[in-house]
């Protein structure tokens, strides 16, 4: 399977972008919930950093969504060869 690597972030960072501003959360507060750094957020949601499991799992809860949303919302952008 091939996915390119850049692409795979900028889409997490525009599904994670997309649930945060649902959730009505600034990206500070996002962080600050998450005990992460600001920045870090931004560079997630610029596509220039990708998030451990462990942070996908701690930011949903902070969205009040399931991880698998993220995931799905990432999933149905990419287009993967088999």
Sequence with gaps: MSINEEKLKK???AALRYYRKEADL???KLAQEANLDRTFISMLE???RQPSLI???ELAAILRI???QLVI???DKIKYKK
């Design 66 to 68: 399931k991880p698998s």
């Design 11 to 13: 889409t997490f960072g």
């Design 55 to 57: 942070t996908i799992f």
């Design 26 to 28: 600034s990206q500070e």
């Design 73 to 75: 919302a990432v999933e």
């Design 46 to 48: 610029r596509g220039l």
